[in-house]
């Protein structure tokens, strides 16, 4: 059984880093291998320059945005035990859009992707707030994340509606991509990512603890809401990361999260590391063919996530879709 | 050991305790009877601090509790193994379970008699099988009070015998549990405290001996019964 996870993980990693090799050295301006290795001693000339200042920077938060949704997907379906739970669930594509919204068309700023985290920040802080009043439960989060993005949407919709001269940019940016690119903020983005990363890698275990019954779990009621409380934060933690990273990119929260568990099961410390794999790649991909399809033009990332998602998913639940009964 | 006074639980206006006073003994198995809608559930549910009724005093001396619905949804895609294995990922933040915890599960499947499906998913146990997977649970959870709703209805005849016997074992280790079970003649003989819920919604508590009579059954379950004693074991019969 783990010999086959082992294997199952080592594939995902050999596909990672095929990706990887894809989104930094081919494209347009193909590399190549030779470059490849030539890129391991820095040099001045041009080639470097945008292996360095555009391709490497691209990938990073290609890769950090994929798997940021991916583990806040698992985190969102494991602790509501739904599959259709994604990490936006708690008002992040709303928040997240309103906050670029209100930077591009209200303070003219060029530093969307800062204003689209904070945003995200606010709206999670006020679903969970709200829905820890009068009894905590996942259910109630869930609607009344619901209820936060709808509002939230009127909002944005209205923003465009009044400012009709800049929504054709509103919606090239609230369609997500890795374009918006500034050293400082990368740098900021990368040490928070990290930081993520270590609090999702503590909570793991306790994922493969609350897969048990919910009803198990209530005689220590306490132990399980804190944990749930603490899971979800950093869930929505992690979802605005991913938006600093690429802005509002949906369905990968929702896929990475369920093909890991069709080829793995439900030992989430498997999960963890295929959900890294799975989600990164993904955003790598998409990213690549993003840049090369229809070159010079560049087609928002999010319309290939949803373009290329959907029959990758749909592919795997007509070929590994039993567990899910009704 | 748990002590209740002065309950009074009212739901939907239904009012399901007033004014009730529970004892269950520390190390011996109580067992819950009474019929369907009595309470019994709720009562379980009370004890274990899920539901917060109107009015309670209650002085508790165990460690830890552990309680086993009587409906339980199972994780998809993990075997007996890991789902047994999930109960120890509670307290500690470690990645990795020590070989003392693996020994631990190979124990308990061993005595629950089911070590040959330590590897089959959990979607493919019988009825039977869940329920011993379940109690496992409250075995490696170190809890020394167990709160059990009805844990044996799927099981045949031996099982339950088995699984009845196990918590007899377990209550010299310290353990005390309170039972719910129908099989009145399984209780009598394994039961040492009894607690009867009757349709009026009135509750009598007592040690076997006074609990096995005719006329405390009948308050009960509202129907007469034949109870044949010999020196320690009750075989009660359904009088027409």
Redesign the interface.
């Known amino acids: ?1 783990n010999k086959k996870k082992t294997i199952i993980i080592c594939i995902l990693l050999i596909l990672f880093l095929i990706s990887l090799y894809l989104a930094v050295f081919a494209g347009y301006k193909d590399f190549g291998v030779k470059m490849f290795l030539k890129s391991f001693h820095l040099s001045n000339d041009t080639d470097s320059m945008i292996l360095s200042l555009l391709r490497f920077p691209r990938a990073v938060k290609a890769i950090i945005a994929g798997i940021c949704l991916a583990l806040a997907g698992m985190f969102m379906q494991a602790v509501s ?1 739904n599959p259709l739970a994604e990490p936006y669930i708690t008002g992040i594509s709303s928040g997240a859009g309103l906050g670029i919204a209100l930077s591009i068309l209200v303070f003219n700023s060029s530093n969307y992707s800062v204003f689209g985290f904070f945003g995200a920040l606010i709206s999670s802080a006020l679903v969970i707030i709200f829905s820890g009043l009068n009894r905590f439960s996942v259910t109630k989060l869930i609607l009344i994340g619901l209820s936060i993005n709808i509002f939230f949407s009127s909002l944005i919709s209205f923003i465009i509606l009044v400012s009709p001269e800049k929504s054709y940019t509103m919606m090239l940016i609230l369609s997500g991509g890795l374009t918006n690119n500034e050293v400082i903020s990368n740098g900021s983005l990368s040490l928070l990512f990290l930081v993520a990363l270590i609090f999702a890698g ?1 909570l ?3 994922l ?2 609350l ?3 919910s ?2 779990l ?4 306490a ?1 399980k809401n804190f944990y749930l409380i603490l899971i979800i934060c950093v869930s929505a933690f992690l979802s605005s990361l991913s938006v600093f990273a690429a802005g509002i990119l949906g369905f990968i929260g929702i896929i990475a999260p369920q093909i890991s ?1 069709m080829l ?4 989430y ?1 498997w999960l963890f590391l295929s959900n890294i794999f799975i989600g990164s790649m993904f955003i790598l991909i998409s990213d690549f063919i993003a840049r090369v399809v229809v070159y010079p033009l560049q087609i928002p990332l999010g319309l290939i996530v949803a373009f290329l998602g959907a029959p990758v998913f749909v592919f795997f639940l007509t070929r590994k879709g039993e ?1 899910f009964r009704d | 050991m748990i002590d209740i006074k002065n309950l009074s639980f009212c739901v939907d206006n239904i009012q399901l305790f007033k004014d009730a006073d529970i004892h269950i003994p520390k190390n011996k198995i109580t067992v819950l009877v009474g019929p369907n809608g009595v309470g019994k559930t709720t009562l379980l549910k009370i004890i274990s601090e899920i539901i917060k009724p109107q009015s309670i005093e209650m002085t508790k001396n165990y460690r830890e509790l552990f309680y086993l619905p009587q409906r339980i949804k199972y994780p998809q895609g993990i075997t007996l193994e890991e789902y047994i294995e999930s109960s120890f990922f509670k307290k500690s933040w470690k990645w990795f379970l020590t070989n003392e915890d693996k020994r631990k599960v190979d124990e308990v499947l061993e005595l629950l008699e089911i070590p040959d499906k330590k590897k089959t998913l959990i979607d493919n146990l019988s009825s039977g099988e869940l329920q011993k997977a379940n109690f496992a649970l409250g075995l490696v959870s170190d809890a020394d009070m167990l709160l059990l709703d009805e844990p044996t209805s799927n099981m045949d005849l031996v099982n339950q015998i088995k699984i009845l016997n196990m918590l007899k074992k377990l209550t010299s280790k310290g353990i005390s549990t309170l039972v719910v079970m129908h099989d009145i003649n399984l209780s009598s003989s394994y039961g040492d405290y009894f607690i009867g819920i009757t349709k009026e919604r009135k509750i009598i508590s007592a040690e076997k001996k006074e609990f096995f009579t005719p006329e405390t059954l009948q308050d009960i379950f509202g129907i007469s019964f034949k109870v044949i004693s010999t020196d320690e074991d009750f075989h009660i019969q359904i009088f027409n």
Not at chain 1, 264 to 267: A, I
Request: charged share 45%; aromatic share 4%; no cysteine.
């Open positions: 059984m035990k503590l793991i275990p306790k493969n603890y897969r048990l019954d009803d198990l209530e005689a220590n009621k132990k568990r793995l099961g439900q030992d410390r567990m």
